[in-house]
């Protein structure tokens, strides 16, 4: 059997070993990369055995995203910047299951956070918590902190981080790293300063300082840690989907991709 | 032992049997009213037996103020106009112990919530607490419900009432009947339409509609009930007054106005 | 076009007028039952012409779960029983949309609130949601409030009736009127008290007093109020389905059950 | 005039020079310490200028223990331990200003959180605020997380350390060094050992372990920062303090200690 985490290994068996797919009775995979790549696989008509999608299993995404990012938000910025979170003003972009994180452990540290949102759903969502939905531009100068996570580019646009307050904090929690469009930063008349690991003061001619960190690349995995306890929820769901694999009774599972079955994680409540 | 609510049976007594203190060993007394007459008894030298301040203890100014509001806002909003909070903007005038159980709640309903406050360690309490402080007039033309809670005059005016939105809510928690400033919508222009109990239409010449609740008078005591366990503990606090004035040795209590004993409810905590 | 609630417009057609069907564009339908007739009509090649499902949009769901119940647990226990919420002990069986909003609403009123619940997914997340997930007989004698949303039979039976509290509180917010076996104390040594509208105190021989709500039905319907709100964006889903159905190009829907295309509420984030 | 923080400067000045005070106008002081040491000079009567205890203010005091600590217990135990919060068990001891932050922000993170407090009136704040008060031994072998904030000696003693689970945390954020009793943990049979800065691990000879962190000194002095703006935040009480003092007209100020005017910063709300 194959317990892949990017599909890397698959991906080398394939390439070295390809009869070796005669004595595997299955792969088990747990990233989006890795998943992305099974299901191309899969519909190439090249999947030569079962493969268990971990990646979208409840007890992964839950904790990947909505438990781990309300304490990483709080995490990640306290490490970088020590900030005060009663009292400040955020944005948060974004009302995915990243951007509830945020918003709540925020809100719950006396935060005033308004929140972005294009999908009518998750807007209403956002409301309906008690947050005021509102344009970026209608509070980009009155923000302390702007949180992405959209899964989008260029969400904060260099048009936009011009107007923003003096020692305002900018930071991503989303999938990629072009949310902020930090590109557009690195122009002559703008100044970097490195104030510590992952902290950068950007400081425009008029002296004003807008605080970016990780250089826009994603703030839960650059500036706080993993609690050991999601890896091992993550571990478990891998082992769990290989046992099943396992024992499944022939007929089971044909040459595709599985979701794991309800009582083992996969239910989108 | 006299035990009152009000002062008015230790005023008939004082009236009709001044002689009887002789046999009184002390008054027991709950309410602001009757707390302010005898401190004036015993400004003026009148006072000739003991008493105890049951109203500022902490078991009834938490339960009558944070607590009770905390859960009559919400009983008295839907009882009389089964408004849904999610997603509701308020604000909340007054950030004392009222505004403080009023916000609580609506917060935690989904609602938007501002406050109004003057005093500058109430305002940066609110701050801490996540709530934007607000001018009313910052926010008049967008809030779905105004509530006061200040214990001050025309805290809402008729001017702020013109600008209202139609179907918007106002109604009263604070201490006066005397906050939102009705009489200045008795006039022949707008046109009052009683919906229900409590629940009044007052209409614009446009056809603006504002809902006015218990006519400005208390919404705490005029539309929701309170619940038998804080009158309970109002009591049994009474209850614990009259027993150590009872049992006091001679000489603990002289012919003055006292607080209960700290291990009785009296801490400022 | 029909547009029903209940499934009984469309029945009464077909058995009427089957004929009407050449002229009718489609059918919106928005209740769990009529939705249910109409998946058993297309089962049975019987649908002739397209049908919208509105009853599982996200607008109709959320609001009618998460939204109006974490309003109306409050709202109904206010109504019937005065109850104050703070420092009360609480358990809620079933940690669905409908427990989620429950337990949201009593915990930010100041209730310990314990959960039961046998999906492992739903056990998780009331836990991460910081619950103590419980069996009901482990604190069935110390709670004093005990909400049922599950969706299943029996779920708090005569033997946990008998050790309940005196003077605690047993509703139902769940789907069937069965969630407590009610039956079972509809005999003899029991006596039924009905102290006012919806509200009965069940008394045992030793005088213990557990006051049932609505006779085991639903609370929510019996004891609260839909908020106007919520039947204006049920109305409005269904009208965006008509004009959808309506302005539909020839082909795009067949004679089927559709759900709301995304961008018109269906979504399961 | 003097500006002192622990009453060092005001110490020295008194020792070397005395005649110095004809020409100070007076002190201010912002530390518990030093604020004991001034009412100390005013009872022996050789308090020579007017002092301004900055320490009491509201803004210091919330500041301080409610606000910063809501946010450092987070950030403490974090960088200690990388622990998730979500769904762990918690007793957080004492129920004071500390207290209060500290269960708020574990109750946000989703943990569950139990309180033991021996004041009445604290006791009672926990209950109405949702948090089941118990004795700690009730649930020493069931929680994950041990925060004591009393002010009191050996709250958690050497027999409830022995009863703690594997891999359960204990850390201090009260007033004392020695709210843990951690003297009665450097004993022969027990082994040390270090695993990072600030973080031991205490074996015991069956191989359980329990995570200390700081040896049992203040967790948000030891482990986590203090936010600029808090520091800013005392020093403008303190200077608001100076300003009042210097302008103050001939005898406002008698050689006393004072607290601030009420509009800046003083009262109990």
Redesign the interface.
Known sequence: MIIDDGGDLTHWVYKKYPNGFKKIRGIVEESVTGVHRLYQLSKAGKLCVPAMNVNDS??KQ?FDNL??C??SI??GL??TT??????KQVVVCGY?EVGKGCT??L???????YVTEI????S??A??????VVKLNEVIRQVDIIITCTGNKNVVTRDQLDRMKNGSIVCNMGHSNTEIDVASLRTPELTWERVRSQVDHVIWPDGKRVILLAEGRLLNLSC???????LSITATTQALALIELYNAPEGRYKQDVYLLPK?M?N???
Do not use: N
Request: proline fraction near 4%.
């Open positions: 409840v007890t839950k438990y781990c309300r304490e709080l995490d306290k490490r020590d900030v005060m979170f009663g009292g995915g709540a452990a809100k719950a540290m006396g935060s005033i956070v999908d009518p759903i998750c209403l969502q409301c309906m918590d008690g947050f005021r706080s840690t993993v609690p050991t306890f999601v009582k994680g239910t989108d409540k």
